[in-house]
């Protein structure tokens, strides 16, 4: 079992982030041979952004990863734009994906709109190169947060459409979607998710945020109309605080219900301030201890690389033969 993920570099990883996508990746480690991680460089282009501090976003991601319990012994980890193999994928499968499909996704409506000088084709293309990331590694298995199960959809399709039209080369991923906190929400916006290039900063909570800000942010959440702390289709707000909840604790949502029976909001939202500070607080320190040495997470970032490649490879390799690019293969160097 192949497990693949990507996840893009920005030093402000928010608790969506954490809880649909990370924590997914360090359980992950110990499922599959290998789960492979990989921090999308090339991803992170395709809206407006600083070129001098990419490099610096890629570290700090690197170092999130690791702190929240990533380990480079037990999975590969490493940066999309060192594997060449990934692009060049991208564009091959570009053969068998349809624009109308592009169009179509809910991440390019919303993106697109957002973008004031330009909206590239990256971004238009983004879910080929995704597609490309997992397909170049044959991964069955792919952790994400719920904003991702259509883009996932698509590359199931791609693969299948590449198989139909070239012959059996690629494998169609799962994707593995937390059942507790698969879509946070934004504390100020409930009605939308907690984002890196769409919330509200106060409705944001970040992993490396100081335990005054995260209590702070809880203390003046968002919540419904009513007083009990209970979920409901109607209650964003609450559901989500006690979605977040019940994952610190590692219980069911059910069981924080119970435990906040005849409860004020109020003393509800403190709660889970304080219960969410401390539990990330040593993901805090770690990051403090493992980002100073750039060179070691340099070092980290090129073994992984390697190991990537080394597998990449032989799916790009298969790819081109079925689609007749390139030379023929010799015989002399078919694998007997
Ligand atoms: P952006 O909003 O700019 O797309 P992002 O916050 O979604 O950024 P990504 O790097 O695109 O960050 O996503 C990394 C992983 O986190 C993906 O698997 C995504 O599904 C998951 N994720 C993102 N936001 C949430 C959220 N609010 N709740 C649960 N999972 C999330
Ligand atoms: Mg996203």
New binding site residues.
């Given amino acids: 079992m192949i497990i693949f ?4 570099p ?1 030093g402000r990883k ?4 954490h ?4 924590l997914q990746y360090v359980e992950g480690q110990d499922r599959a041979e290998p789960s492979i991680y990989c921090i ?1 460089d090339l ?1 992170a282009i395709t ?1 407006e952004y600083e070129p001098s501090a990419l490099r610096e976003r890629v570290y700090d991601t690197a170092a999130i990863l690791m702190a929240a319990g990533l380990d480079p012994e037990r999975c590969i980890l490493f940066r999309q734009g060192d594997v060449h193999e990934q692009t060049e994928l991208c564009w091959l499968l570009t053969s068998v994906t349809a624009i109308g499909e592009l169009n179509r996704m809910h ?1 390019f409506r919303d ?1 697109s709109v957002s973008q004031r000088q330009l909206v590239s084709s990256g971004l238009l293309l983004y879910p080929v190169l995704q597609a490309a990331d997992v397909l170049a590694y044959r991964g069955n298995e792919v ?6 199960r259509e883009h996932v959809e698509l590359m199931r399709d791609i693969a299948r459409r590449f198989n139909e039209r070239f012959g059996e080369t690629l494998v169609a991923p799962e994707h593995r979607i937390p059942t507790v ?5 934004d504390l100020q916006e409930p009605g939308r ?7 509200s900063e106060q409705g944001t909570v970040y992993v490396l945020d100081e335990p005054d800000a995260i209590r702070k942010k809880f203390k003046r959440a968002v919540t419904d109309s009513g007083a009990e702390v209970l979920r409901g289709p109607d209650k964003a707000g609450i559901t989500n605080m006690i979605d977040i909840l019940a994952v610190v604790r590692g219980v069911a949502p059910e069981v924080v219900e119970r435990d906040f029976e005849g409860k004020r909001y109020g003393d509800f939202k403190s709660a889970v301030g304080d219960e969410l500070a401390a539990w990330l607080a040593p993901v805090r320190e770690r990051y403090a201890e493992l980002r100073g040495d750039e060179d070691a997470l340099e070092d980290i970032l090129e073994a992984g690389a390697e190991k990537a490649r080394a597998i990449a490879s032989v799916t790009v390799a298969d790819v081109r033969a079925a689609m007749g690019v390139g030379p023929a293969r010799r015989a002399s160097l078919r694998p007997a």
Avoid: C, F, W, Y
């Avoid at 809880?19 to 990370?22: F, L, N, S």
């Fill in positions: 993920s990507g996840i893009q920005t928010h608790l969506g982030n809880i649909g996508a990370i999308v991803h809206v991440q993106k952790p994400v947060g719920e904003d991702q906190g698969a879509r946070v929400r998710k907690m984002s890196t290039t769409g919330g």
